[in-house]
């Protein structure tokens, strides 16, 4: 592989390892927040790749980074490219699983139900009491990919006069519709 990145402009090694420091990154970041989401078969898989790729990278610059403090820019730039373009697609695969807690007057809780009822999602309902009114608190849990579109909905319908509070859930079992 060195006899390959000697053959080339060392601008174009710089750019080289820029790019594969950030595919490197970006699979390091999807690898952790599945190990993290439980999904360890995929991370391990993205493992075998990440490392892969660092292997090569590593072994292309070790020698040289040092004494060659563009190279090392370079490196430094596609790890932080690779951590933000990392973050960015896990954000739009958006895995794993969601939990709302909405808290709302009663006029509004009805409103959310007929929503949730509607789209054949579980929710589950509890009485309650704010510093002025009765309020109701409903908990949702439903796929992370999903989270967004359903609180845009659940605001519009109440007119942003409701209370939201999401959460990451690592594990859970049973409920409606939801059992794994």
């Not at 078969?41 to 090569?56: D, N, S, Y």
């Not at 020698?63 to 490196?75: C, E, K, M, P, W």
């Not at 709302?104 to 999602?121: P, V």
Request: charged share 20%; glycine share 10%; aromatic share 8%.
């Amino acid at each position: 592989m060195s006899e390959f990145l000697s053959s080339i402009h060392p601008v174009a090694v710089c750019f080289i390892v820029c790019a594969a420091k950030i595919v490197e990154i970006t699979i390091q970041s999807l690898k952790t927040c599945m190990m993290v989401k439980g999904q360890r078969v995929k991370a391990a898989l993205l493992g075998l790749l990440e490392c892969t790729v660092w292997g090569l990278v590593i072994s292309t610059i070790i020698s040289t980074l040092g004494d060659n403090l563009v190279l090392l820019a370079f490196y430094a730039v596609g790890y932080a490219v690779g951590l933000f373009v990392g973050s960015t697609l896990e954000g739009k695969i958006a895995l794993g699983t969601s939990n709302l807690q909405l808290i709302a007057n009663d006029e509004n809780t009805e409103k959310i139900i007929e929503y949730l009822r509607a789209g054949s999602r579980g929710y589950t309902v509890f009485d309650g009491h704010g510093s002025k009114d009765k309020m109701n608190m409903i908990l949702i849990v439903l796929p992370r990919r999903e989270c967004g579109r359903v609180l845009k909905e659940i605001r519009k319908l109440c007119q942003n006069n409701v209370f939201v509070v999401a959460s990451e859930v690592s594990k859970y079992a049973g409920g409606y519709g939801m059992v794994k």
